[in-house]
């Protein structure tokens, strides 16, 4: 496959970014004639419970490099906190039924994004199992049909979750960052689910380092893109908000220079070659992002 194809994921991790973010960027899509993938947080925005990660490598670093207050907002990082979580998707699930209405591709992140972000290695089988068993409950009352597909927050995964994922019977599953599409291997077990990982690193990773600005970063990520599929995560906090401008300029050059952008699972479709190859999943730390993602390897 020498085309070079553009697949374009959305992580919908907060009430904020769902509800500014979200119709900002189906404006951007609209405007440009293209379609996405969205993953939705439908639960409890817990994002103030994030200031439990201060110690980690690199968070620190990372929150300054983004502008974090600016980013998410004060009152999102005080949610769960100081303030009470409030239901994501509940609050004006219009706007869920708006993407699938428009032709986007639609899936599961998460019901508390911030407890599989930060708990999903020590949390208990049944509680990973309810958690998700809510979020797609959610999905299916509120749109009338099943997901096909889901994408775990912040690149984490267990291989417990990965054969829930596989009970599930989803069409794909984009939890990982890597190269290609691939069938996972984790903890001396073999799934069956494809994974269409992450292949290009996010605006949040990049901002700030290396010299990268607003008028640079996306001359970089053109760089980045390299003949066959290319999947480029973002997230309607920052370039559904304050970095809609950006997005809308980088697509307009992928179009440009004849690049199509699609959904994931399209994409998916469209691959030409037989059976995917099998890969390990393994747990690595990579550029500009704070703590472990599950990563592609071999």
Request: hydrophobic share 40%.
């Amino acid at each position: 496959m020498d085309e070079k194809v553009l697949a374009l994921k959305v992580d919908v991790d907060t009430l904020k970014g769902y509800l500014e973010g979200t119709p900002r960027l189906l404006g951007v899509f609209g405007k440009l004639e293209v379609r996405a993938s969205f993953f939705f947080s439908f639960g409890p925005d817990n994002s103030g419970k994030a200031i439990k990660r201060v110690f980690r490598k690199g968070f620190i670093n990372k929150m300054l490099r983004t502008n974090a207050p600016g980013t998410y907002g004060l009152k999102t990082m005080m949610y769960g906190t100081i303030l009470p979580a409030p239901l994501i998707v509940p609050r004006d699930p219009a706007l869920f039924r708006r993407a699938i209405s428009e032709g986007h591709e639609c899936g599961i992140h998460a019901w508390d994004h911030v407890a599989w972000q930060d708990e999903l290695d020590r949390m208990a089988d049944a509680t990973m199992r309810e958690h998700f068993a809510r979020a797609f409950d959610m999905f299916r009352d509120l749109s009338g049909g099943e997901p096909h597909c889901c994408a775990a927050p912040a690149w984490k995964v267990t291989a417990a979750s990965l054969t829930m994922q596989d009970e599930y019977g989803f069409d794909y599953c984009s939890d990982t960052r890597g190269s290609s599409p691939f069938i996972p291997r984790m903890g001396g077990m073999t799934f069956k689910t494809p994974q269409v990982p992450t292949t290009l690193p996010t605006m949040d990773e990049l901002l700030g380092s290396d010299g990268l600005d607003d008028d640079s970063i996306n001359s970089h990520l053109l760089d980045l893109i390299k003949p066959g599929l290319n999947v480029h995560t973002i997230h309607t906090e920052m370039e559904g908000r304050a970095k809609a401008r950006i997005l809308e300029d980088f697509l307009s050059r992928c179009i440009g220079l004849g690049i199509p952008v699609i959904p994931v699972g399209e994409a998916l479709k469209n691959l030409q070659g037989g059976d995917l190859p099998f890969s390990d999943v393994v747990d690595r730390e990579i550029p500009g992002r704070a703590g472990k993602v599950a990563v592609q390897s071999g």
